[in-house]
Nanobody, 125 residues
Framework: VRLVESGGKLVQTGGSLRLSCEAF????????IGWFRQAPGKEREGVAC????????EYSDSVKGRFTISSDDAWKKVFLQMNSLKPEDTGTYFC???????????????????WGKGTLVTVSS
């Protein structure tokens, strides 16, 4: 499955942004989908993930209460709604997917099999 992210742009502190990740060649049904981000000079961090099998979600402490992961009804697209953005949210955001059952945590990049190329989010102070 090929993943394509979109929606990244420059936004002011306190603003909101919604990122999209679209699947090509398959749908997200029977996958767990994660959003990851990487700031310059820092390691990639898992921020949100969603299981298509039980609709459970998981968030990193750094975004809990501010970000929401969701999908469309067809499991063709997965979204990351980001509110109350902070400068430390700046980075390239990637979506990734792994077949259900093939992971321990979809916030850990080592478990993810498929990756998009990323979309850049910049939060100005």
């Amino acid at each position: 499955v090929r993943l394509v992210e979109s929606g990244g742009k420059l936004v002011q502190t306190g603003g909101s942004l919604r990122l999209s990740c679209e699947a090509f060649g398959d749908t997200f049904d029977d996958y767990a989908i994660g959003w990851f981000r990487q700031a310059p000079g820092k390691e990639r961090e898992g921020v949100a993930c969603l299981s298509s099998s039980d609709l459970s979600t998981e968030y990193s402490d750094s975004v809990k209460g501010r970000f929401t992961i969701s999908s469309d009804d067809a499991w063709k697209k997965v979204f990351l709604q980001m509110n109350s953005l902070k400068p430390e949210d700046t980075g390239t955001y990637f979506c990734a997917a792994v077949p259900e059952g093939d992971y321990n945590s979809c916030l850990e990049s080592d478990y993810m099999d498929y990756w998009g190329k990323g979309t850049l989010v910049t939060v100005s102070s």
